[in-house]
């Protein structure tokens, strides 16, 4: 099969979840993380999309936290523009941070009732 033609199969089983056995891999990106209205964070940031457009996003630096104590930050898809937003701790916590919807004026960002998240 050539490469274009697998690629296209690779897509079209990929919905069914049958053509992602690969580990995810972060890429680069740049976040915003607001809460109560104030800059917790901004600059670079690891990025990993997971299934249906959720994803998550950690800080470049393995030994230092975004912010207080919050390694990471999981934004799980429930249905179109509706999104649950979590916050991992540096212990290992699970935080919920709560609902979230995507923003009408800036696709890139999470707008939660005292949180924001962007990420481009």
Do not use: Y
Not at 66 to 78: H, K, P
């Amino acid at each position: 099969m050539t490469d274009r033609r697998l690629k296209f199969f690779c897509v079209g089983l990929l919905g069914l979840g049958i053509c992602a056995t690969s580990p995810l891999q972060a890429r680069s990106a740049h976040c915003l993380i607001q809460s109560s209205g104030s800059t917790d964070f901004k600059g670079s940031c690891d990025f990993t999309a997971e299934r249906g457009g959720s994803f998550a996003v950690s800080s470049p630096r393995s030994n230092q936290p975004f912010f207080a104590n919050i390694d990471q930050i999981s934004v799980t898809l429930l249905s179109p523009g509706q999104a649950e937003v979590r916050g991992l701790t540096t212990v290992g916590i699970n935080s919920r941070w709560g609902p979230a919807r995507r923003s009408r004026i800036d696709r890139a960002c999470w707008i939660g009732t005292d949180f924001k998240i962007c990420v481009w």
